[in-house]
C-alpha cells in the first residue's frame, strides 16, 4: 500500500479531511513511530529481527533496542557493538523502526496485516489536533486498548 491509498482510508475511517493531503505525512510518520513502540512492547515479529552479532559488527539500519532490553554481552560504542571476550553472540533479538515516508508514492512501512492499525492511530492523531481538549484524557486508554487487538489478532 502507498501513502495516498492510506490516506483515502484514513478519510474514510475519520471523517477529518485535512486540506492538503501533504498535510498527514507528520501525522503518518509519528502514527508509525507510535505503532512501532507499541509492537516493540509486544515484541511483535513485525519490528523484531534476529542475527548473530560478531565483535565490531556496526549496528545495522533502524536498530532501536536489544530484545529483551539487557541480557547480552554486548554495548554499544560509537556506532558498532562490542561483544565481551570479542566473541560471536548467536541470536541476538533486537528492534527495528520503521522507515517515515516522504511522499505520496511512497510505500507504507507495515505488513498488510497492521495497516488499520496505523489508519486508527492517524485518525486519532488528526482528531486529537482539531478537539484537543476532549482528547487530551483518552491517549493511554486509546493505546492501551489498540495494543490489546494487536495481541488478540497475533494469539499473544
Known amino acids: 500500500m502507498v501513502v495516498s491509498e492510506l ?9 477529518e ?11 503518518i510518520n509519528a502514527a508509525i ?17 534476529r542475527k548473530s552479532i560478531n565483535n565490531n559488527d556496526v549496528i545495522p539500519v533502524g536498530f532501536m533496542q536489544f530484545v529483551p532490553k539487557q541480557g547480552y554481552p554486548i554495548t554499544i560504542n560509537n556506532g558498532s557493538f562490542e561483544t565481551y571476550g570479542q566473541k560471536e553472540v548467536r541470536d541476538v533479538y533486537y528492534a527495528v523502526k520503521k522507515t ?8 507504507i512501512p507495515f505488513t498488510e496485516l497492521y495497516t488499520h492499525y496505523l489508519v486508527q492511530l492517524v485518525s ?5 489536533k482539531s478537539l484537543m481538549i476532549e ?22
Open 7 to 15: 490516506i483515502t482510508e484514513i478519510n474514510l475511517e475519520s471523517n
Open 17 to 27: 479531511i485535512l486540506d492538503n493531503e501533504k498535510e498527514y505525512i507528520p501525522y
Open 33 to 49: 513511530d507510535h505503532l512501532s513502540m507499541i509492537l516493540t512492547a509486544i515484541k511483535d515479529r513485525e519490528v523484531i529481527k
Open 100 to 107: 517515515h515516508i516522504a511522499n505520496m508514492a511512497d510505500s
Open 124 to 128: 486519532y492523531l488528526v482528531k486529537k
Open 135 to 156: 482528547y487530551a484524557g483518552f491517549d493511554k486508554g486509546f493505546i492501551d486498548s489498540l495494543t490489546q487487538l494487536i495481541q488478540q489478532s497475533r494469539g499473544y
